[in-house]
């Protein structure tokens, strides 16, 4: 079941790291005659398998038609997990959280931590409550490879500081074993 | 069947009707909730567009730890939305037959203004009767 992209933001509504897998799928459509809806990404973006991009590096071509940029799409993640976050606490009192959302071709997994950490998923529809997954994350790697690096920044400011190697390595590893499951 | 409440939202995303029928959300100010019904509205168009795969519809489910929201959008453009507990089965069959009912009891009232607050007693009485009959 495949997961579409992974996002952190940190206390300061900014997004600190972006994953998105789905130029896989993209790659694999670039073989099927063109239509009306393609969404066929540039030929500059189709040799890399996936997209981590540091917030700060300049998109290298326009996104295509319909297709919004990186950091588009992560504002418009965050403003709909931070609406909907407030929404529940109103109903519901201070402490119960959003889990997740389902739409008819997508689903948004979320975990906050008590340092107001968010951690948002993009997941296929037939994937169970991936909220222990992302709290597995934020222990195992999160805390491990970014918080305990005494290289990093406390704020990551512009996303400086997470992206580091383990971190991505023990990331893939961990998503991959989620989906083969 | 536990349904805590039921929200319809017009085309625009106004707040055309709002009932409680058990405990469990908090209660609020009736200007809170057209401000929720707004917010909601937004967010549905939104999630549509975030999609990463082409073509999605807007929010259909939304879980929390003590309720979950489904959003049922007819052709029209209307929204219902019904909270209920988080386990709580057949919420599709459920949302249906609200709709049949708002068809019913709303639409063919000749006297009902599209669009406008729902302030049909046929229709009240009715989604009563269904959603807590010991009432």
């Known amino acids: 079941m495949p997961i579409y992209s992974f996002y952190i933001f940190d206390r300061h509504c900014e997004c600190i790291y972006v994953k998105q897998w789905l130029e896989r799928e993209r790659e694999r459509s670039s073989f099927r005659p063109q239509t009306a809806n393609s969404t066929i990404s540039s030929p500059a973006t189709l040799s890399e398998k996936r997209v981590s991009t540091p917030i700060d590096a300049p998109t290298n071509a326009r996104p295509p038609h319909g297709r919004l940029s ?71 790697l999160y805390v491990e490879f970014v918080t305990k690096n005494p290289l990093s920044p406390v704020e990551h400011k512009g996303g400086e500081g997470v992206a580091c190697e383990l971190f991505e390595l023990g990331l893939e590893r961990f998503v991959q074993t989620i989906q083969d499951v | ?85 988080p386990h709580q089965p057949n919420i599709d069959v459920i949302c249906r037959r609200v709709y049949e009912l708002y068809a019913d009891y709303v639409m063919k009232n000749p006297f009902y203004q599209i669009e406008m607050p729902i302030r049909c007693e046929q229709f009240d009485r009715q989604l009563v009767a269904y959603i807590k009959p010991k009432q």
């Open chain 1, 70 to 140: 990186v950091q588009d799409d992560a504002k418009l993640v965050f403003g709909v997990v931070f609406s909907l976050r407030n929404m529940v606490r109103k109903l519901s009192g201070p402490d119960d959280n959003f889990i997740s959302y389902r739409t008819s071709s997508y689903k948004l997994h979320y975990y906050e931590t008590p340092t107001n950490l968010k951690f948002v998923m993009l997941t296929d529809i037939r994937m169970d409550n991936l909220r222990v997954a992302l709290h597995q994350i934020y222990i195992n």
């Open chain 2, 1 to 85: 069947m536990v349904i805590l409440s039921i929200l319809i939202l017009n085309k625009a995303g106004g707040l055309i009707y709002q009932r409680h029928f058990n405990e469990g959300l908090n209660k609020l100010s009736s200007n809170d909730y057209l401000v929720l019904a707004g917010t909601f509205h937004g967010v549905h168009a939104i999630t549509s567009r975030i999609s990463p795969v082409p073509g999605s519809g807007g929010l259909e489910v939304l879980e929390s730890d003590q309720f979950r929201v489904q959003c049922f959008q007819t052709l029209t453009g209307t929204k219902l939305l019904i909270f209920a507990e």
